[in-house]
Nanobody, 123 residues
Framework: QVQLVESGGGLVQAGGSLRLSCAAS????????MGWFRQAPGKEREFVAT????????YYADSVKGRFTISRDNAKNTVYLQMNSLKPEDTAVYYC????????????????WGQGTQVTVSS
């Protein structure tokens, strides 16, 4: 089992920045690719960004490309999501997730999920 705990969410004005963190415990963190997803009210949970086990390869949804950066620190068992130039449409609950079989953009590819952290961007 892998336990994931997100933090860093909050209320920010449009154009502002936030950095989300996701602390992992329970298994060897570097064995897992990590992803961030988000879910806005009334919408499906959608892919945001993913990073491979070593932190070398990253991939982003088009909606956040150039504004968000995913990174990880395997020594600290933590994955981050730096969010800049935030827009009201970025408002959602943000979830981190872990997968052991590779890395990808689909929800079903991920084995473990955190409880989520709320991000609200005001206009």
């Amino acid at each position: 089992q892998v336990q994931l705990v997100e933090s860093g969410g909050g209320l920010v004005q449009a154009g502002g920045s936030l950095r989300l963190s996701c602390a992992a415990s329970g298994r060897t963190f570097s064995n897992y690719a990590m992803g961030w997803f988000r879910q806005a009210p009334g919408k499906e949970r959608e892919f945001v960004a993913t990073i491979d086990r070593s932190g070398t390869v990253t991939y982003y949804a088009d909606s956040v490309k150039g504004r968000f950066t995913i990174s990880r620190d395997n020594a600290k068992n933590t994955v981050y999501l730096q969010m800049n130039s935030l827009k009201p449409e970025d408002t959602a609950v943000y979830y981190c997730a872990a997968q052991s079989t590779g890395w990808g953009t689909k929800r079903y590819e991920y084995d473990y999920w955190g409880q989520g952290t709320q991000v609200t961007v005001s206009s």
